[in-house]
């Protein structure tokens, strides 16, 4: 039987979470690894980590949990998820903090100035900016980091039409995963948001929610090489791409 909404927990909730998600993005765990990986081969044994657009903490629950000296400030703009997150990474006590912060909003670095980190780590989240924001966001985190410190975006990086055959096989494969994971019970997006809007840490923060993100539609999807540029731009000295399957990336940029 399912547990009642309000007896739900904040764990409970980010496991739904993640199950929709990887419904959503085949071999979610893998980007996962690949960005631990890097933190722990490149970071130092104590790094200071930013999870950049954090959702409920997926990222910094991992690093926390996975790399036992690290601390780690978490950002999202997202009332709901912001305040999930916080609850979540309650847990760790003084190694998180989660920061408010609009990624649109040009300055919105100055609520980290406190901290020089050894790493951004982020996913499946700066598709929603426009490639003006997107460079901008790129050069205010190029201030906040170490020099030596990475930078590492797991995303969909769409395939543009100068290759229609590998946009089709990944819109196909997407499908297939899709229908898969529903058909194996995952929840959708739609589903979990209905499930958030009825706990009762959650649902006033809803309408706020609502405020923020009107009038915010998609953006167009930048490509790889533009992510490129644009760190490059930004004043990263080494960029490049870790991962990849399909069009499902994680971009790799050093300060």
Do not use: K
Request: aromatic fraction near 10%; glycine fraction near 6%.
């Amino acid at each position: 039987m399912t547990a009642p909404t309000a007896s739900l927990s904040p764990r409970d909730l980010l496991a739904r979470w993640e199950e929709q998600q990887s419904a959503y993005v085949a071999h979610r765990e893998n980007r996962f690894e690949v960005m631990l990986d890097v933190l722990r081969l490149h970071a130092p044994a104590e790094p200071t980590v930013l999870d950049l657009a954090c959702g409920p903490g997926s990222i910094a629950d991992r690093v926390l949990s996975r790399v036992p000296a690290s601390r780690v400030v978490a950002t999202d703009y997202d009332p709901v998820l912001a305040r999930l997150a916080e609850t979540v990474l309650g847990e760790y006590g003084d190694r998180a903090r989660v920061v408010d912060a609009d990624l649109a909003e040009r300055g919105w670095s100055r609520r980290f100035t406190e901290w020089r980190f050894d790493a951004v780590l982020t996913s499946t989240a700066l598709h929603w900016l426009s490639p003006q924001q997107l460079l901008g966001v790129y050069t205010e985190l190029a201030a906040l980091l170490r020099p030596g410190a990475v930078l590492l975006n797991a995303d969909h990086l769409r395939f543009g039409p100068e290759h229609p055959a590998l946009a089709e096989i990944s819109a196909r494969h997407d499908e297939q995963v899709q229908q898969a994971a529903f058909t194996a019970g995952a929840g959708t997006w739609d589903e979990w948001w209905a499930l958030a809007a009825r706990v009762p840490d959650l649902a006033g923060r809803v309408a706020e929610r609502e405020r923020r993100f009107a009038g915010r539609p998609p953006q167009p999807p930048a490509s790889p090489a533009f992510h490129h540029a644009a760190l490059r731009t930004a004043g990263f000295t080494e960029v490049g791409t870790v991962w990849q399957y399909l069009d499902d990336y994680v971009v790799f940029a050093r300060r």
